[in-house]
């Protein structure tokens, strides 16, 4: 079993950057990949980053290119997403979580941290 918590969430002005946090405990997460996505009221749940343990090879939802960094710290078993030049449309409730090499499906998730982005 592995938990992901996350942290870092807040309410910011756009333009502002915020850096979230995701903690990774229990099982070692050395076989798997380990993403962000995000949830905004009334719309579906979306593919915001991922990172490979070993190579940390990074694959970004398209319109977040250039703006979101995803990084990962395995010594500390820590994921990152740094954002910049947040805009409104960025407000979502965003989750941590991994997936094991070679599945198509993430199979742990956090609980997710609200980021609000004012104008």
């Known amino acids: 079993q592995v938990q992901l918590v996350e942290s870092g969430g807040g309410v910011v002005q756009a333009g502002e950057s915020l850096r979230l946090s995701c903690a990774a405990s229990g099982r070692t997460l050395n076989n798997y990949a380990m993403g962000w996505w995000r949830q905004a009221p009334g719309k579906e749940r979306e593919f915001v980053a991922r990172?490979?343990?070993?190579?940390?090879?990074?694959l970004y939802a398209d319109s977040l290119k250039g703006r979101f960094i995803i990084s990962r710290d395995n010594a500390k078993n820590m994921v990152y997403l740094q954002m910049n030049g947040l805009k409104q449309q960025d407000t979502a409730v965003y989750y941590c979580?991994?997936?094991?090499?070679?599945?198509?499906?993430?199979?742990?998730w956090g609980q997710g941290t609200q980021v609000t982005v004012s104008s």
């Open positions: 979580a991994a997936r094991l090499l070679g599945s198509t499906d993430y199979t742990y």
């Open positions: 990172i490979t343990r070993s190579t940390g090879v990074t």
